[in-house]
């Protein structure tokens, strides 16, 4: 069954929606809380049950750049890890909305790609906006799985 663009939209928005929760559960609940949320979000949206999942995360750096292991994108969400000591919890930043504007798409069959930008609000207001490219496969149960995801701050000239 092909992948369809309401498809890629409803996984952004899921993706967004599962930060969101990150967010307000660590508010609410400290980190563990936030890492319950977390790994609930990761296992319904990351094809780590397909094999490695291609994430480039947008504020890692060095040797940990890279995070193919479930293990590796838990700490770049929620931090306190001390196998990664630079990561400061990307899902943890008081995330209150998400909003994407896509810049091109391709499917191919069960394969689909999204590129475009990101810009999440927190609860003080402030907007940060990331460049994105999202990889998705279906899985073997029909549903859509994040395979690829690279992150970037705006070029700056």
């Known amino acids: 069954m092909s992948i369809t663009t309401d498809d890629l939209e409803a996984a952004r928005n899921a993706w967004g929606e599962g930060l969101i929760a990150i967010s307000k ?14 790994e609930d979000v990761l296992d319904a949206a990351y094809g780590y049950n397909l094999g490695p999942v291609l994430f480039k995360p947008t504020m890692a750096s060095g040797d940990q750049t890279f995070r193919p292991t479930r293990h590796g994108a ?25 909003e994407s504007v896509t810049s091109a798409t391709f499917v191919e069959g069960d394969v689909a790609m999204w590129m475009g930008a990101v810009i999440l609000t927190d609860k003080d207001g402030n907007v940060t906006q990331v460049d994105k490219s999202f990889g998705y496969k279906k899985d073997p149960e029909g549903v859509l ?13």
Do not use: C, N
């Open 25 to 38: 559960a660590f508010e609410t609940g400290g980190i563990d809380a936030a890492r319950t949320v977390a």
């Open 145 to 157: 799985r994040i395979v690829l995801h690279h992150s970037s701050l705006p070029y700056q000239p």
């Open 74 to 98: 838990l700490a770049y969400f929620v931090g306190h890890d001390a196998e990664y000591p630079l990561d400061g919890g990307f899902g943890i930043k008081g995330w209150r909305a998400m």
